[in-house]
């Protein structure tokens, strides 16, 4: 019995790593005129994409586009990987094929990312980031891709400052965001102020977690009371998790992400939506 489970994980573990890959896709020079900036979006494109020309998909929008996909140009060396991870769990059968725009980061990432303003660091640029998301990337993204657009199919994810950007953007606007995930958010902004000034349960799924080593837990088991206690119900509109051993880096991030993406995407029965 012992070899046969072998030789199935063996056999698993092979066809994984041989599993379809999604391909990537730059867009350079995205203008923001609410910043008055421009970066580039780093889009994932799932792998039935070009073999399933009706079909269209579920959007993740993601910050610190530059940390996604490369280890070359993630800011310590170390990406999240997330496009092979989401290769593998759609393998697994796991998770529905999704499109993410990884959105990149530029030199005012911590104002562009918080809202305003910590004592030390500032901070207060995230309503006209937010408003580059949505009335700027969001059109593009849904006139160029074949995406889902309604907010049922909708999700934002960052990590750090672009936990809480997520978390922000989503109470701002569940009309177009159904679920968002904040990993290893910095809840500790501005003296704890969103869990302080936390609004009204919404119709949104909050994923939130942090490491057990030095990443700010106590704060975000503080934000997950906060939650429980305006109503979310655990599991079914609030994941929380405490990784074991986890940290405040890219290399934790990729080891647990597995666990929102499976929970807003979990595979489903066969998509006959079309694109029209």
Not at 25 to 51: C, F, H, M, T, W
Not at 61 to 81: C, E, I, R, S
Request: glycine share 8%.
């Amino acid at each position: 019995m012992r070899r046969l489970i072998g030789a199935v994980a063996l056999s698993l573990a092979a066809a994984y790593a041989h599993a379809a890959a999604g391909t990537i896709e730059i867009l350079a020079d995205v203008a923001s005129p609410q910043l008055k900036n421009s970066r580039a979006l780093r889009i994932y494109y799932p792998p039935g994409y070009k073999d399933h020309p009706t079909r269209r998909y579920p959007v993740i929008y993601m910050h610190d586009g530059q940390n996604l996909f490369d280890p070359k140009t993630a800011a310590f060396g170390v990406a999240w990987d997330i496009g092979a991870t989401i290769d593998r769990l759609i393998a697994a059968g796991r998770m529905e094929e999704v499109i993410v725009v990884g959105i990149d980061n530029t030199a005012d990432r911590i104002a562009e990312y918080t809202p305003c303003c910590d004592p030390e660091h500032g901070g207060g640029k995230l309503a006209q980031y937010e408003a580059f998301i949505v009335d700027t990337i969001k059109p593009l993204i849904d006139r160029k891709l074949r995406t889902r657009p309604q907010r049922e199919y909708t999700a934002i994810m960052g990590s750090s400052l672009g936990g809480v950007a997520s978390v922000a953007i989503a109470q701002h606007r569940p009309d177009l965001f159904s679920m968002a995930a904040g990993v290893s958010s910095s809840f500790w902004w501005n003296e704890r102020a969103m869990i302080k000034q936390l609004p009204a349960r919404l119709p949104v799924r909050f994923y939130i977690d942090a490491g057990t080593i030095d990443d700010g837990l106590a704060d975000t088991e503080a934000m997950r009371d906060a939650m429980l206690a305006k109503g979310y119900v655990d599991g079914i509109d609030l994941l929380f998790y405490a990784a074991p051993g986890g940290r405040h880096n890219e290399a934790s991030w990729a080891a647990r992400v597995d666990k929102a993406l499976t929970w807003f995407f979990p595979r489903k029965a066969a998509d006959t939506d079309r694109a029209h």
